[in-house]
C-alpha cells in the first residue's frame, strides 16, 4: 500500500515570497491534515478536511496560508508572502474514518 | 486549554536499559491516545494507539499504558537497542484533533 506522498521534499525561499506544497493521501482516506512542525517542537495543526470540506482551520494563519482539496483526494498548502517564522517542516496525514492516522515525510521548508 | 506535556525531553541510555517515556495531559476527555516515532529527516510512524476505554496497548518490546483520570500517559521501551534512537512523540485525540507534544529525543548508545 502506498503511503502519503509529498512535495517537494525541500524548499528555501526568500521573505516575502511564496511556496506551494503538495499531498496526496493514501487511497480511500477520507480524511486530510495539513500539520506545521517547527523544530524541537511537537506538530501543530494547520487544517483538516474530511473529503473536500474544512472540518477545522482554527490555527491556519489564513492571512498568508491557504490550503485546498478541490476534488477530495490531493491537496495543496500555499504561504504567501512567507515569514522567517514559517520555517518549519510541513506533516500531510491522512485517516480513514477516525483510525491511525499516517503521515508523509514532510516537506522542509527554510526561509531567509 | 489541551495541552501535553512530555517528560524527559531528552534521554541517553546504554544498550539493553528498559526505560520510560512519559506524557501527561491537561484535558482527559480524550478520545484516544498514540504514540509516534519521528527519525531525523523523517515523518511520523505510529507505534501504539490507546483507545480511551483501555488501559495499556503492547507491541513486541513496546508497552503503553493510558489513566485517564490521572492524565498520564508512559511508553515502556524493553531491552534497548541502538536503533530506538529517535524522538517519540505522544498525541492526545479530542474528537478529531490530536494534540502532540514536543517530545522526548532518545539516544540509545552502543
Known amino acids: 500500500e502506498a503511503g502519503v506522498a509529498q512535495s517537494p521534499r525541500y524548499k528555501i525561499i526568500e521573505k516575502r515570497q511564496s511556496v506551494a506544497f503538495w499531498c496526496n493521501p493514501i487511497?480511500?482516506?477520507?480524511?486530510l491534515y495539513w500539520y506545521q512542525q517547527i523544530l524541537g517542537q511537537g506538530p501543530k495543526l494547520l487544517i483538516q478536511?474530511?473529503?473536500?470540506?474544512?472540518?477545522?482551520d482554527s490555527q491556519l494563519p489564513k492571512d498568508r496560508f491557504s490550503a485546498e482539496r478541490l476534488k477530495g483526494v490531493d491537496s495543496t498548502l500555499k504561504i504567501q508572502p512567507a515569514k522567517l517564522e514559517d520555517s518549519a517542516v510541513y506533516l500531510c496525514?491522512?485517516?480513514?474514518?477516525?483510525?491511525?492516522?499516517?503521515f508523509g515525510e514532510g516537506s522542509w521548508l527554510t526561509v531567509v | 486549554k489541551q495541552e501535553v506535556t512530555q517528560i524527559p525531553a531528552a534521554l541517553s541510555v546504554p544498550e539493553g536499559e528498559n526505560l520510560v517515556l512519559n506524557c501527561s495531559f491537561t484535558?482527559?476527555?480524550?478520545?484516544?491516545l498514540q504514540w509516534f516515532r519521528q527519525d531525523p529527516g523523517k515523518g511520523l510512524t505510529s507505534l501504539l494507539l490507546i483507545q480511551s476505554s483501555q488501559r495499556e496497548q503492547t507491541s513486541g518490546r513496546l508497552n503503553a499504558s493510558l489513566d485517564k483520570s490521572s492524565g498520564r500517559s508512559t511508553l515502556y521501551i524493553a531491552a534497548s537497542q541502538p536503533g530506538d534512537s529517535a524522538t517519540y512523540l505522544c498525541?492526545?485525540?479530542?474528537?478529531?484533533?490530536?494534540?502532540f507534544g514536543a517530545g522526548t529525543i532518545l539516544r540509545v548508545k552502543s
Open positions: 496525514a491522512s485517516s480513514h474514518s477516525g483510525n491511525t492516522i499516517y
Open positions: 478536511f474530511q473529503n473536500n470540506g474544512v472540518v477545522d
Open positions: 487511497s480511500g482516506h477520507a480524511t
Open positions: 498525541a492526545v485525540e479530542y474528537g478529531n484533533k490530536l494534540v
Open positions: 484535558d482527559s476527555a480524550i478520545y484516544n
